[in-house]
């Protein structure tokens, strides 16, 4: 307990105790998410990432193009295998705890800050939803960047720390346009906040907006040149539902959220109060009294609290005013400020021992976690033996469908057709890691074209289990009309248990003379 407080409190060893802690808790969760996931291919989310990294460019159709940038870095240094894809995620969600910690140091002490770290690697988010890289995982660390440079410039007030929350600005939005949710509410906290006319005197807001519109141009541009199929994306996709519908997705929204946010919140109150029930007055007492507290910098601390309640209340309240479709894994970056706000009430007293107390139950959990994974896979797959999106042998089709390629034209395999869920996991699991072409989608990643497809020849696939079957068929059958067809049977085998059986409408379209 001594050790915990000690390394965890001390101004020299506290960067490298939480440095470690995080590394520690990102290659644990690497190997549990191995193991859960070893009966399934990668998700289609961290495929596309890595289709998008094939290409350097400055968006993707859906999405601005940060996370295919560091996709693409990623796998220039590490082999294109799951473990890969799931020390990524680990990695990703490791550095915003750390982040989150630099965070809490503008805003609580030592210990604080460090009870922050350990209540966000319980929080759901940050291990088991953790599992797949895309860009709603990836706010985790930019959001977090944003912030910190708020709180920088909202402290000292000069350019140059407006230039940082520029670019810290234009880095969360190059991840994903539903950061504005946060850079909106930072700008709202800016206003609430009682000292804002001492921030909006100096030149830091202003020259973050100079600097952050400078950043965003080459993006602005792309967007405007590619009709702006991103937000055609998302008005197709997350638009046009009814009123009731939109109530019911909110209501869903935030009791998802909700419920992911009370595991790390109850075990926090068990850590500070311990689970002695004897004179249950005094342990109040001690964790939970008036006066000062000069462990919790307040004006800082407002500053967190406005932030976390502004995009806790508004997406919701925006999308039955908008009626727009609130998708669960949008709130994946809206509270990894909440441990922060509540550790920051200056009532909370922290004592040491609660530290010990949540590390201890964060490695017990995490322990009995990683022992339990590979019977939870196999529990997982016979509860749901004919879940194909889950268990169809994907990354076996890719493998076969690259020999069958080879066998016939003796050159790489360069386009593969096919929806997203199909198409991205034959890039990510073929070694020759085809460009996705996706039929009919007019928010096109530009990865290939059409005609680069049939100048190159192109392996398309229909999954006969789609509801969109019909549709790729007649794609097939007007682009694809020397296609030689194939029927191929994948399915995946996990400990003597066997998963579902998919085939696959293949067709194969030659190279143009």
Not at 12 to 17: E, G, N, R, V
Not at 92 to 121: E, K
Not at 336 to 347: C, D, G, S, Y
Not at 440 to 468: H, M, P, Q, Y
Request: aromatic share 12%; with cysteine; hydrophobic share 55%.
């Amino acid at each position: 307990m001594a050790w915990v407080a000690a390394s965890a409190t001390d101004r020299y060893s506290a960067s490298a105790f939480v440095f470690a802690f995080a590394m520690i808790h990102a290659l644990l969760w690497t190997v549990i998410l191995i193991n859960l996931k070893a009966a399934q291919d990668v998700h289609m989310d961290v495929a596309e990432a890595f289709a998008w990294g094939q290409k350097f460019q400055l968006g993707y159709g859906k999405h601005p193009p940060l996370a295919g940038w560091i996709a693409g870095l990623w796998f220039r240094a590490f082999p294109v295998t799951d473990w890969a894809a799931y020390l990524l995620a680990t990695a990703t969600v490791s550095l915003g705890m750390v982040i989150t910690w630099l965070i809490s140091l503008r805003v609580v002490d030592y210990r604080r800050a460090f009870f922050v770290v350990v209540m966000l690697a319980i929080y759901p988010i940050f291990n088991f939803k953790g599992f797949k890289y895309n860009p709603d995982l990836l706010q985790l660390v930019t959001l977090p960047l944003l912030v910190l440079a708020y709180l920088n410039a909202f402290e000292k007030r000069n350019a140059a720390s407006g230039v940082l929350l520029g670019l810290a600005a234009a880095l969360a939005l190059m991840t994903k346009y539903w950061v504005l949710t946060m850079i909106g509410a930072v700008g709202l906290a800016a206003l609430i906040h009682p000292e804002r006319m001492n921030f909006l005197r100096s030149p830091a807001p202003w020259v973050a907006m100079v600097v952050g519109v400078i950043a965003m141009i080459p993006h602005l541009l792309w967007l405007k040149a590619d009709d702006f199929a991103p937000l055609i994306y998302a008005g197709d996709v997350y638009g046009h539902f009814t009123r009731a519908e939109t109530a019911m997705l909110a209501l869903g929204y935030v009791e998802h959220n909700l419920a992911l946010l009370a595991l790390p919140v109850a075990i926090a109150a068990l850590a500070l109060v311990g689970i002695s029930l004897r004179r249950p007055a005094a342990t109040l007492a001690r964790v939970w009294s008036a006066g000062p507290n000069s462990g919790v910098n307040y004006t800082q601390a407002l500053n967190v609290w406005l932030i976390q309640i502004i995009v806790a209340v508004g997406p919701p309240l925006g999308g039955l005013i908008f009626s727009v479709y609130m998708k669960t894994d949008w709130g994946i970056s809206l509270f990894f400020l909440t441990p922060l706000a509540l550790v920051a009430i200056p009532r909370l007293r922290l004592l040491n021992a609660a530290l010990f107390r949540i590390v201890a139950t964060w490695l017990v959990l995490t322990l009995v976690t990683l022992a339990a994974s590979p019977y939870i896979a196999i529990h997982e797959m016979t509860d749901k033996p004919s879940a194909a999106f889950s268990y169809g042998a994907r990354s076996q089709l890719a493998r076969e469908l690259t020999q069958l390629w080879h066998n016939r034209f003796f050159t790489r395999w360069s386009v593969v057709a096919g929806t997203t869920e199909v198409g991205e996991p034959m890039t990510f699991y073929s070694p020759d890691h085809p460009a996705p072409l996706t039929p009919g989608e007019v928010w096109s990643s530009d990865l290939t074209s059409l005609e680069e497809a049939k100048r190159l020849g192109f392996i398309g696939v229909c999954d006969t289990t789609d509801n969109r079957l019909q549709e790729c068929e007649a794609w097939m059958a007007k682009n694809g009309k020397d296609a030689e067809q194939v029927a191929i049977t994948t399915q995946r085998f996990f400990k003597g248990h066997p998963g579902p059986a998919t085939t696959w409408k293949v067709y194969i379209v030659p190279p143009a003379k």
